[in-house]
């Protein structure tokens, strides 16, 4: 099976382009260092050619709700386009947990703006949400940090080890298009001040538990699973 990832080479592309070769598939990795832009659309339609499934884990620095609204919405729309035209069979896309419980968080609008477009294009898709990576912690502590502590309500996240959300995309994107929405957590959901304690036990930082949510999160609950989904096979 000929599969395009787009955003080959970030941190999800890596090692999903690496496992579905090593399962057989040929992959066209979708970046700018190989000669594909999915913001302008140049080099893409070439690149889709004889490409049966396309996997979006596309990914922005972009936290202001308008930009990576037009990012994720952009990009998604342009690959929509480029696909119908290729023939291409399946589109894959990578979302987070209760993004849409979260809007107040500029990035998860975008992702949610990104799954609408899916939703609302012509080409047969599969969405996978994942909760934050276990690998992400540390930066979620980054964003957090206010005059060197690190403040943090008691906002549940369940985090999942990145090789168990790169598992499901491969599985997702060589199976059938489902027309719904997967999602995907860790074993666990630990409040978001415990997670940081532990995380940055090390840290000279210290971390302060705050009223209200985090993350833009709506409720305590907003950024876990509320119904049926997925377990990692694997702790953090």
Same mark, same amino acid.
């Given at each position: 099976?000929?599969?395009?990832?787009?955003?080959?080479?970030?941190?999800?592309?890596?090692?999903?382009?690496?496992?579905?070769?090593?399962?057989?598939?040929?992959?066209?990795?979708?970046?700018?260092?190989?000669?594909?832009?999915?913001?302008?659309?140049?080099?893409?339609?070439?690149?889709?050619?004889?490409?049966?499934?396309?996997?979006?884990?596309?990914?922005?620095?972009?936290?202001?709700?308008?930009?990576?609204?037009?990012?994720?919405?952009?990009?998604?729309?342009?690959?929509?386009?480029?696909?119908?035209?290729?023939?291409?069979?399946?589109?894959?896309?990578?979302?987070?947990?209760?993004?849409?419980?979260?809007?107040?968080?500029?990035?998860?609008?975008?992702?949610?703006?990104?799954?609408?477009?899916?939703?609302?294009?012509?080409?047969?898709?599969?969405?996978?949400?994942?909760?934050?990576?276990?690998?992400?912690?540390?930066?979620?502590?980054?964003?957090? &940090? @206010?005059? !060197?502590?690190? %403040?943090? =309500?008691?906002?549940?996240?369940?985090? $999942? *080890? /990145?090789?168990?959300?790169?598992?499901?995309?491969?599985?997702?994107?060589?199976?059938?298009?489902?027309?719904?929405?997967?999602?995907?957590?860790?074993?666990?959901?630990?409040?978001?001040?415990?997670?940081?304690?532990?995380?940055?036990?090390?840290?000279?930082?210290?971390?302060? &538990? @705050?009223? !209200?949510?985090? %993350?833009? =999160?709506?409720?305590?609950?907003?950024? $876990? *699973? /509320?119904?049926?989904?997925?377990?990692?096979?694997?702790?953090?």
């Amino acid at each position: 099976m000929r599969i395009f990832v787009a955003g080959g080479r970030g941190q999800v592309g890596v090692p999903l382009a690496d496992l579905l070769r090593s399962q057989g598939h040929e992959v066209v990795v979708g970046s700018r260092a190989d000669g594909v832009d999915v913001l302008t659309g140049a080099g893409l339609g070439a690149a889709l050619a004889g490409v049966e499934v396309v996997v979006d884990v596309l990914n922005t620095t972009e936290t202001e709700a308008g930009a990576a609204t037009a990012f994720f919405r952009g990009t998604t729309e342009r690959l929509l386009a480029a696909e119908q035209s290729a023939g291409v069979r399946h589109h894959v896309l990578l979302s987070i947990v209760g993004a849409d419980r979260a809007l107040a968080n500029g990035y998860y609008a975008g992702k949610v703006a990104g799954e609408d477009a899916v939703r609302g294009g012509d080409v047969p898709f599969s969405i996978v949400r994942a909760t934050q990576f276990v690998e992400f912690v540390p930066t979620l502590a980054d964003w957090l &940090t @206010v005059d !060197g502590a690190v %403040l943090a =309500a008691r906002t549940l996240l369940q985090p $999942v *080890p /990145l090789a168990d959300v790169v598992d499901l995309l491969a599985r997702t994107a060589t199976g059938r298009p489902s027309g719904t929405t997967t999602d995907l957590a860790g074993p666990q959901a630990v409040p978001l001040d415990e997670l940081l304690r532990r995380a940055l036990a090390d840290d000279p930082r210290e971390v302060r &538990t @705050v009223q !209200g949510q985090s %993350l833009g =999160a709506e409720s305590t609950d907003a950024l $876990v *699973p /509320l119904g049926e989904h997925l377990t990692g096979s694997r702790r953090g």
